[in-house]
């Protein structure tokens, strides 16, 4: 069945590989995950304000995709699109929150998900605030275990820009392994920069839970 054509009428099929949910009831429900202190659920959009708080610090986006937010009018958007992905049942992310005080920190979700090669990459980033409290780890951790109770997904990857080593330890931490450097992978604000590639396969993810 393909993904994208079939996604209305698999809302309401499981998936019939090994009794997981079909992908697009997944994205749809975004289940709310629970980690030690954290929180990842669906972006609503009040979230929007905490957001633009970090996304609009060029340290946050120095090594990601996306340039810095200027306005909270361009958060907001950022939020509708997020929520409009989940609504049609697409991939979309969570956003991370703080149990403690409810306050957003962060995002993590899908880059990209494909039915045919069972597989997905993973994104994040958070706020400055925060970082280097294993936050980023733990969230990442949960979508892991989410994605392989879930989905009939195989392979997870990221990737980050080899010049933000930080990252490549919150994926090394969440038990991914780093396969190689990618040259001149992407096109990062006006420069073209190397990428290191890490994936965690089910069976290692298996393993790490016995
Ligand atoms: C990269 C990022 C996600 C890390 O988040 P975080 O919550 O600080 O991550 P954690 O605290 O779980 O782990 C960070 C790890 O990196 C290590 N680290 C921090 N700075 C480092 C550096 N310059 N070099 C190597 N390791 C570094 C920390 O020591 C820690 O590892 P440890 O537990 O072994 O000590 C966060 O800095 C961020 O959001 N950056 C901006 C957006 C971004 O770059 N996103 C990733 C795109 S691929």
Redesign the pocket.
């Known amino acids: 069945m393909s993904f994208f054509r079939d996604r209305f009428l698999s809302l309401s099929e499981p998936d019939s590989r090994e009794g997981m949910m079909s992908p697009p009831v997944f994205f749809y429900r975004l289940p709310t995950l629970e980690t030690a202190d954290l929180i990842l659920r669906k972006p609503v959009m009040k979230d929007a304000k905490d957001i633009f708080r970090y996304a609009s610090d060029p ?6 995709l996306w340039e810095p937010h200027r306005s909270l009018a361009e958060t907001k958007s950022f939020v509708r699109f997020l929520r409009s992905r989940i609504r049609a049942g697409y991939p979309s992310s969570w956003v991370v929150t703080l149990k403690e005080t409810g306050t957003v920190i ?1 995002t993590v979700g899908f880059i990209w998900y494909s039915d045919e090669n069972r597989s997905a990459e993973l ?6 605030e ?11 951790q949960a979508v892991t275990g989410a994605v392989f109770r879930s989905l009939p997904v195989n392979r997870l990857e ?4 080899v010049r ?7 994926m ?2 969440s038990g991914f392994r780093k396969e190689g450097i990618l040259r001149s992978r992407i096109l990062n604000k006006g420069e073209f920069v190397d ?1 290191a590639l890490y994936a965690l396969l089910r069976s290692d993810w298996e393993k790490d839970q016995r």
């Open positions: 340290e946050v986006a120095r090594y990601v962060g994104g994040y980033s958070y706020s400055r925060y970082w280097n409290h294993g936050y980023a780890t733990q969230a990442l990221a990737q980050h820009d933000n080593p930080a990252s490549g330890r919150v090394e931490k990428t």
